[in-house]
């Protein structure tokens, strides 16, 4: 069975930083591209951040400005959502996302960690 | 970026009947286009992909159709656990990946 399991979410102040984990199983982590997906009532489902199975391929939401970094240990079965500078626009619950395949639809989804911005 | 458009954004169906649910995507997207559920308190789940392939354990009453920039969610003979809140996105023409409004299936 495919479980994503994120965790480091939280109350954080404007200006912040959080590291967001995704630790993966039940199926053979680095065969696939993963994702950072976030919601929000207001803006509802928005792909915030993409890495290939090997970690040469990463995307970047424009809304993000540089202030975000994906990463990923396939030896660990763990993907990374490493956040700074952060704004009340980047509140959201954040999803860990498996690809199908490579750059595909999106199969499998994780219960989400909620990121709270704000003094 | 292409803007996934979704109609109508609540739609009243009584149980047992037929819903059917559009998106239209501001540029082709091909058949790159999936369609998910999310119940409230849930995390989105897979439905349709390449518009018209029925995700694992999806049942036969929910069809996927359409290809280039105008698709389809079908479900038939409408039961409790159906309505929710339902998504298409498209995956062709990314960065970035983006996702419709959503449709809010309600009981009528």
């Known amino acids: 069975e495919v479980r994503l399991v994120e965790s480091g979410g939280g109350l954080v102040q404007p200006g912040g930083s959080l590291r967001l984990s995704c630790s993966a199983s039940g199926f053979n982590f680095s065969a696939y591209a993963m994702h950072w997906v976030r919601q929000t009532p207001g803006k509802g489902l928005e792909h915030v951040s993409a890495i290939g199975r090997d970690g040469g391929t990463t995307y970047y939401a424009d809304s993000l400005e540089g202030r975000f970094t994906i990463s990923r240990d396939n030896s660990k079965n763990t993907l990374y959502l490493q956040m700074s500078s952060l704004r009340a626009e980047d509140t959201a619950l954040y999803y860990c996302?498996?690809?199908?395949?490579?750059?595909?639809?999106?199969?499998?989804w994780g219960q989400g960690t909620l990121v709270t911005v704000s003094s | 970026e292409t803007v996934m458009t979704q109609s109508p954004a609540t739609l009243s169906v009584s149980p047992g009947e037929r819903a059917t649910l559009s998106c239209r995507a501001s540029q082709s997207v091909g058949s790159n286009l999936a369609w998910y559920l999310q119940k409230p308190g849930q995390a989105p789940r897979l439905l349709i992909y390449g518009a018209s392939t029925r995700a694992t354990g999806i049942p036969a009453r929910f069809s996927g159709s359409g290809s280039g920039t105008e698709f389809t969610l079908t479900i038939s003979s409408l039961q409790s656990g159906d309505f929710a809140v339902y998504y298409c996105?498209?995956?062709?023409?990314?960065?970035?990946?983006?996702f419709g409004q959503g449709t809010k299936l309600e009981i009528k």
């Open positions: 996302v498996k690809d199908t395949s490579t750059w595909y639809s999106f199969d499998h």
């Open positions: 996105q498209q995956y062709n023409n990314w960065p970035p990946y983006t």
